[in-house]
């Protein structure tokens, strides 16, 4: 991964969703905030070994991009923070259970639309090309096997540029975090560094 390339990723992608967490600020009970940023260029195996859960689980909302630039992104949620999470986005709380059940998997896929979208939009403008997202699947399991799952998507059996971006939720004195991670093929990197070169 060129350094110049992966800067401008990672400020696309903090910037849209700067943009998106003010949004959700604005309609939330709770305060959003972009916490840290990271692209860095790894293949499956070492995503997946930086990625070690210690058997937690998490519930992840994801899309699949296909077309001539294909890509996946995920969100990922704490499952124990339904509660904050709930009365963070919509002001009153989802009791925790052992599982997720439906109101709360519908709770997490709006979010997680909402933040994805935007990263998407910001790709697309930058790009200028359009993209048709999957419908967003919402799935829970240790994060070693969402990131399997999302990478087997991508005929991308070497090295891609992941990006990672930690969003805050506070809500009075807690704070929940969740990670947007998004892998890009080389293909598509080089053509954003080529879209955002300066004169492009």
Not at 85 to 109: D, H, I, T, Y
Not at 121 to 136: C, D, G, Q, T
């Amino acid at each position: 991964m060129d350094v110049k390339a992966g800067k401008m990723l990672e400020r696309v992608a903090v910037a849209a969703l700067e943009k998106c967490v003010s949004k959700l600020s604005r309609i939330s009970a709770g305060k959003w905030s972009v916490a840290e940023a990271h692209v860095s260029l790894r293949s499956m195996d070492e995503a997946v070994k930086e990625h070690v859960s210690g058997g937690a689980t998490s519930a992840a909302v994801y899309f699949e991009i296909k077309g001539e630039y294909p890509f996946t992104s995920m969100v990922v949620f704490r499952p124990d923070d339904i509660e904050i999470l709930s009365r963070g986005f919509l002001g009153f709380s989802f009791s925790k259970l052992p599982n997720l059940n439906q109101a709360q998997e519908l709770l997490l896929s709006e979010l997680g639309n909402i933040i994805l979208n935007s990263l998407i939009s910001s790709l697309s403008n930058s790009l200028k090309r359009s993209f048709i997202p999957s419908a967003p699947k919402c799935v829970q399991g240790e994060i070693p096997f969402l990131l399997e799952a999302l990478w087997a998507s991508l005929d991308c059996s070497g090295k891609c540029s992941l990006v990672t971006v930690t969003l805050n939720l506070q809500c009075d004195s807690t704070v929940t975090r969740s990670e947007v991670i998004t892998i890009i093929p080389a293909a598509m990197e080089a053509a954003l560094a080529a879209a955002l070169e300066p004169g492009a």
